[in-house]
């Protein structure tokens, strides 16, 4: 089992910038696929973005490419989620997850962990 434990979350204005952070608990250097997602109140997850294991690969949401970076850092266990130019449509839990696999993309099932979730409020 793979702990995810998220921090970065918080309220900010529109076009202010979060960034969020997801750490293995055992901080061990794992060759999983890295995603974040986010659900807003009434809606469905959705995929946000992920990358692979050796960061050659990285896929956004077009609802968030080019103001989001997703980025990893195996040596220290830590996947990190930057969001530049925040709207309030990005208001969400958002969630990191971790990927059976060394490369996955925007499908849910294939991520086999998943963090806590920590709010991302966008005021206007």
């Known amino acids: 089992q793979v702990r995810l434990d998220q921090s970065g979350g918080g309220l900010v204005q529109a076009g202010d910038s979060l960034t969020l952070s997801c750490q293995n608990s055992?901080?061990?250097?794992?060759?999983?696929?890295m995603g974040w997602f986010r659900q807003a109140p009434g809606n469905e997850r959705e995929f946000v973005a992920s990358?692979?294991?050796?960061?050659?690969?990285?896929l956004y949401a077009d609802s968030v490419k080019g103001r989001f970076t997703i980025s990893r850092d195996n040596a220290k266990g830590t996947v990190t989620l930057q969001m530049n130019s925040l709207q309030p449509e990005d208001t969400a839990i958002y969630y990191c997850?971790?990927?059976?696999?060394?490369?996955?993309?925007?499908?849910?099932?294939?991520?086999?962990?998943w963090g806590q979730g920590t709010q991302v409020t966008v005021s206007s």
């Open positions: 055992r901080r061990l250097i794992a060759n999983n696929a």
């Open positions: 990358i692979s294991w050796r960061s050659d690969s990285r």
């Open positions: 997850a971790a990927a059976r696999g060394s490369y996955s993309g925007s499908s849910q099932d294939a991520y086999q962990y």
